[in-house]
Every structure is written in C-alpha cells, then in structure tokens.
C-alpha cells in the first residue's frame, strides 16, 4: 500500500495522486507568511502597554487598571471605586468601572501525527491545520499579543516559547514547516521498512480513518489482499499507535502561559483514554479551541467497503464510518469552542474570521 501522505486528492472534479512537493502535500512557510494579510480581514493594529501577563486589555469588565468608563452610583457598587473629580463637578455619586486585564497569549498545537497525513480532497489534513494556525497566529501578533508553538509527530516534537513580535510568528511559521516535513519522511519511513504484524480486532476511540491508499494501487512490495473481511475486524498492523492525544494536550498546559489559551489543529485521532477528562481539566483554567480538521470522506463517507487504515494504525476492511458529532457536543458541553475547518483551500475561513482569541 501507498505510504499515508500519498494519498488520492481531488482538484476541479478529477480524482488524482497527490505528488510530493506540492501545496496539498506540504507546509511551505512562504504561504504561512502570505496568510497574514490574504485570509482574514486585518485586525486594528495594537501596541501592548507591557509586554507581560495583564498587558492586554480584555472584552470582559472587571477588576483592572484601565478605566472603561465612569457613571453614576447604584446599589451594589464598590464605593472603594467612587470618582472624587466626578462626583465633585456634577454633585452626584460617580464610580468607575475598569477594563480586565488579560494576557493575549496562545500557544498554537500542531498536530502532525500520522492519522493527519492523508486527504482525499484538496490538503492534507495536516497542511490544512497548519495553515488554519497560521491564520490565527497572525492574528493575535497584529492585535500585540503573543504565540507558541507546539508541533508533535511520531518522531518528536518542535516547541517555540510563547513570545510577543512579528518575528516569533516567523519562527513559527518556519517550525511549521520544518516539522510536516519531518513528518512526512517519519512516515514514509515507517510505511516502507515497517514490519506487518498480526494484531487482534482494534479498540474503537478515535474520529478520523486514516486511509492507508484511497483510489491508489498497492505497491508490489505489499502481499496480495486478504478476502474481506467483516466491517471493523483487523488484518495487519503496520505500525505502532501514535501518542494519544490527550498526552499531547497535557504537554501544552504544562507549556503555556497563565492567562494564555491552548489552540490546537487536531482531527481528534486516537484520543486515548480519559480525553474528555483532559478537556475538562483544561477548559476550567484556560481557553481550549480545537480546530477540528475534517475530510469530506469523514463528513459524507461512501456506501460501499473500502480498505483502510484505522486510527491505530490497524488496516481494516468495511464501511468508513461517519464522524462523530456526539463527541464533539460532548466537547463543547465541557467548555472547549470546536471549529470545524476543511481541507478544501477555504475550509473554515467565515467560522476563523469570527473566532476570538482573548
């Protein structure tokens, strides 16, 4: 079978291979950095009063530094907050009320797993995760505040701190691409020298099917293909599962700022056990946003049986099963904000555009 990146996609109706080193196949940072001013409306750009947690003035009233505005006393005020040059002009009782002061601080999370090496449409779904980063990174650097990045693969991991200026986005965008690359060669690797063991039938956790060559003919390396099978019973094994994702999210707590917010492009692949305890724990301290990475083969799969990979890495033969919105009404119930994103070149974009990183 074709390694996991090589893939079919599909361009103006016409179903093809993929070929290394094109857009659909890998992060560029040249197109990372052209993101800044090409998806999204430009943000007002802001200068940080301090370049520290609490220099960023937030939505949300509360108790800050910056006086939001100055009115008239009702019951319940803080009399502590009375305005003495108000109250004296006017001779009624003014109090102020102030700004709370948060730290615009995102860690981004790049999730280039093997499970997001594939598409069978438009990008990878890791290139469309990357880029989705990409757009909301700029964001928040235009707007004074600062990012990180997160990037996991089978192999290791890339971690740039949470910094403020154009230049660490820069550096992210140069991760990014450094990181997919390595990836892609992780995975090649392991789909071409990977021992094929037989396995038992595979525990069910994860959203997203990996397919193992869509379209695509095996390779003549790879013996001839069992009989079918009944639908979810496992054949081989070609590899190891990756690090669930819930380890992946525990890492980012531990790596971003207080105040700061985790985001991560993820297709909720091989969530392992206690993921929605994770998402709780992590929701309850910070903002947690999952740019939930979809094909239209997991929004509408087809009727008939395909041979395919599953999320853990077990080749399997039956119907792909659809995604699981339960899940992610489950997310969402336990404070994390889910956006779904495409892997066509606009999936996504009106649900960023409207997305607010504070």
Same mark, same amino acid.
């Given at each position: 079978?074709?390694?996991?990146?090589?893939?079919?996609? &599909?361009?103006?109706?016409?179903?093809?291979?993929?070929?290394?080193?094109?857009?659909?196949?890998?992060?560029?940072?040249?197109?990372?950095?052209?993101?800044?001013?090409?998806?999204?409306?430009?943000?007002?750009?802001?200068?940080?009063?301090?370049?520290?947690?609490? !220099?960023?003035? $937030?939505? @949300? @009233? $509360?108790?800050?530094?910056?006086? +939001?505005?100055?009115?008239?006393?009702?019951?319940?005020?803080?009399?502590?907050?009375?305005?003495?040059?108000?109250?004296?002009?006017?001779? @009624?009782?003014?109090?102020?009320?102030? +700004?709370?002061?948060?730290?615009? =601080?995102?860690?981004?999370?790049?999730?280039?797993?093997?499970?997001?090496?594939?598409?069978?449409?438009? /990008?990878?779904?890791?290139?469309?995760?990357?880029?989705?980063?990409?757009?909301?990174?700029?964001?928040?650097?235009?707007?004074? !505040?600062?990012?990180?990045?997160?990037?996991?693969?089978?192999?290791?991991?890339?971690?740039?701190?949470? &910094?403020?200026?154009?230049?660490?986005?820069?550096?992210?965008?140069?991760?990014?691409? *450094?990181? +997919?690359? /390595?990836?892609? *060669?992780?995975?090649?690797?392991?789909?071409?020298? #990977?021992? @094929?063991?037989?396995?038992?039938?595979?525990?069910?956790?994860?959203?997203?099917?990996?397919?193992?060559?869509? $379209?695509?003919?095996? /390779?003549?390396?790879?013996?001839?293909?069992?009989? =079918?099978?009944?639908?979810?019973?496992?054949?081989?094994?070609?590899?190891?599962?990756?690090?669930?994702? +819930?380890?992946?999210?525990?890492?980012?707590?531990?790596?971003?700022?207080?105040?700061?917010?985790?985001?991560? =492009?993820?297709?909720?692949?091989?969530?392992?056990?206690?993921?929605?305890?994770?998402?709780?724990?992590?929701?309850?301290?910070?903002?947690?946003?999952?740019?939930?990475?979809?094909?239209?083969?997991?929004?509408?799969?087809?009727?008939?049986?395909?041979?395919?990979? $599953?999320?853990?890495?077990?080749?399997?033969? #039956?119907?792909?099963?659809?995604?699981?919105?339960?899940?992610?009404?489950?997310?969402?119930?336990?404070?994390?904000?889910?956006?779904?994103?495409?892997?066509?070149?606009? #999936?996504?974009?009106?649900?960023?555009?409207?997305?607010?990183?504070?």
């Amino acid at each position: 079978m074709a390694p996991p990146f090589a893939v079919g996609v &599909r361009a103006g109706g016409m179903s093809h291979a993929a070929s290394p080193g094109s857009p659909a196949t890998e992060v560029r940072f040249d197109d990372l950095v052209a993101l800044r001013h090409g998806s999204l409306p430009r943000q007002r750009m802001a200068i940080p009063s301090v370049l520290r947690p609490g !220099g960023f003035a $937030g939505r @949300r @009233r $509360g108790h800050g530094l910056d006086i +939001h505005d100055v009115r008239h006393f009702v019951d319940g005020d803080d009399l502590r907050h009375a305005d003495p040059a108000a109250t004296a002009r006017t001779g @009624r009782l003014h109090v102020r009320t102030f +700004h709370e002061e948060r730290d615009r =601080a995102a860690l981004l999370v790049a999730d280039f797993r093997r499970p997001m090496l594939w598409a069978t449409r438009g /990008r990878l779904r890791s290139v469309a995760g990357a880029a989705a980063l990409a757009v909301l990174g700029w964001r928040i650097i235009d707007a004074g !505040g600062k990012v990180g990045l997160l990037a996991v693969r089978e192999g290791g991991l890339d971690h740039i701190a949470v &910094r403020p200026r154009e230049r660490t986005m820069m550096q992210v965008a140069g991760a990014l691409e *450094a990181g +997919h690359a /390595r990836a892609l *060669a992780e995975a090649q690797a392991a789909a071409e020298g #990977g021992p @094929r063991i037989a396995t038992a039938a595979p525990a069910r956790g994860g959203l997203g099917p990996l397919l193992a060559a869509f $379209g695509a003919r095996p /390779r003549p390396s790879d013996s001839s293909p069992a009989p =079918a099978a009944p639908l979810g019973e496992a054949r081989t094994q070609r590899h190891a599962p990756p690090e669930p994702l +819930h380890a992946v999210l525990e890492r980012a707590a531990r790596l971003v700022p207080r105040g700061g917010a985790i985001v991560c =492009a993820t297709g909720l692949d091989t969530p392992g056990e206690g993921f929605e305890a994770v998402v709780g724990s992590i929701a309850r301290r910070r903002r947690l946003v999952l740019l939930l990475v979809r094909d239209a083969l997991e929004t509408a799969p087809p009727a008939r049986r395909l041979t395919y990979y $599953g999320d853990d890495g077990l080749v399997l033969d #039956g119907r792909i099963p659809a995604a699981d919105d339960a899940r992610v009404a489950v997310l969402r119930a336990l404070g994390a904000t889910v956006v779904p994103i495409g892997t066509h070149a606009d #999936g996504g974009a009106d649900d960023l555009a409207a997305l607010e990183i504070a």
